[in-house]
Each structure stands twice: as structure tokens, then as C-alpha cells.
């Protein structure tokens, strides 16, 4: 997997919004759903490249497609 600098948990709102993804629930995780994929990503800034990694990859898209909506 390339290396993903750490992103804002509030960029990666936007960039998983404009892929199609909505927010669900929010509290200490941010709850996002597309159709039958959910994803959650942590309330931290910066999200670490190996849990950032796995939230891409539960999404159905690879590293290159989140980081053009970036």
C-alpha cells in the first residue's frame, strides 16, 4: 500500500462525501454509509496512514481514487 499522509478526520468527511458516502451517526467515531458498505472513522487529527489505509479499503476504493476528491 502507498504511503497516506495523516489526514484530518474533517477531510476525510469531505473526500468520503463526494465519493457518494453520507454521514449516519456521529459521536466519537463518525459512522459514513454508501448503499450496503458502512465505514467508521475516529475523531483524530491526523488519522494514522495504517487505520486510514483500512478505512479506504473497507470503502471499496484504492488509496488514488481518495485522494482526488482530496
Not at 12 to 19: G, L, P, S, Y
Not at 48 to 57: E, H, R, T, V
Amino acid at each position: 500500500m502507498p504511503k497516506l499522509p495523516g489526514v484530518s478526520h474533517r477531510r476525510t468527511v469531505r473526500a468520503f462525501e463526494k465519493a457518494g458516502f453520507w454521514v449516519v451517526r456521529e459521536g466519537n467515531h463518525i459512522s459514513m454509509t454508501k448503499g450496503g458498505r458502512i465505514i467508521i472513522i475516529p475523531r483524530a487529527n491526523p488519522i494514522n496512514a495504517f487505520p486510514m489505509g483500512g478505512i479506504i479499503k473497507d470503502a471499496g476504493m484504492t488509496v488514488k481514487e481518495f485522494k482526488k476528491p482530496l
